[in-house]
């Protein structure tokens, strides 16, 4: 990655946001909470796309930053770590615009992937939304600065000349009409690289591979997570490629979803497409890696646009070891062991 920042360091974005989010709702008492958070789940369940924005006042934006901004920055931050990856040493986009935006959890990944200042301008026609993620913004110095503009996202869509777009979970609350003119605004808005983000889900998986066209016919190469910029090797309706993000539970998901679990694991699909030259893994790992006694089996995506079981077992020797520590998501081989 480059110029990373140490996930250890106190005053990591990650750690300041999920300061910030607790103290939304501070004060607000648990059954409030709880009750904001089911409207919420209400609204998104069979009501996309709206012709008027889902997130209409203080509390449903609250809920949502509460409940879902911890899962959607996680899910953009694994991302934006493997754009990272594939982009030349050193590289950094020098601005970035949020489309769809929302509390601006992609913001505080890219601030969180890369360090320095960048002007960040965030889009949403939602301004309790907007309202709330400068409010957010205002506990991390790199952010305090950023723009927050309400624009619909729409046929006369146009966004500013920016190095990267990000469109994280929004694709799925829009027409097909709307969902195509989102990702050509990024297309031409972008002088570097476009990242789109969407829940690890058939249909989400599908929108993903949409975007994905669309890029590629738009001039872009294909950086994350596919190790080629040719058709994707899945079967249309026999899979969906997706990847996983494991988030800390706050108390308010505790509240909601009961149980005590620590964590959670969010699924995702995304693209990330760049108009440089990416430097892509020969192969990514796009199941959990099944480990199993003196070996480690892993379902691979390879160069070759063909998808593969890999078996490694012990007498690989070091790759065995690379092959117990592979994650959902890696790349394979590991650079240090290639
Ligand atoms: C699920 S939220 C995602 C927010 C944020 N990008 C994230 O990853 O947490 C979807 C966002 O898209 C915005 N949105 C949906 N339809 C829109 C439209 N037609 N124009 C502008 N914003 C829209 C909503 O207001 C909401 O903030």
Known sequence: MNAPISPASPASPADTLRTALAGLLDGLPPKQATQAVDRLIAN????????APILRDRADVAAYAAYRMPATFEAVRSALDALADAAPEGWAPGSHVDVGGGTGA????VASTWAGERPVTVLDWAEPA??????????????KAARWQRSRIGASLAIESTDLVTVSYVLGELTEADRASVVEAAADAAAQAV?????GTPDGY???????ERLIAAGFRIAAPCPHSAACPIEPGTDWCHFSARVSRSSLHRQ??????????????????VRFDPVPPSARVVRRPQIRKGQVLLDLCGAEEELRRETVTKRHGPLYRAARDADWGDAWPPPSAE
């Open 195 to 199: 990242v789109i983000i969407e829940p």
């Open 130 to 143: 907007l309202a709330l993620g400068r409010e957010l913004a205002g506990a991390e110095p790199r952010l």
């Open 106 to 109: 992609a913001t505080w990944a």
């Open 256 to 273: 909601v979803k009961g149980g005590s679990l620590a964590y959670e694991d969010e699924k995702f699909s995304y693209v990330a497409a």
């Open 44 to 51: 998104y369940r069979g009501r996309t796309p709206t012709d």
């Open 206 to 212: 599908t929108r993903i591979m949409e975007a994905r």
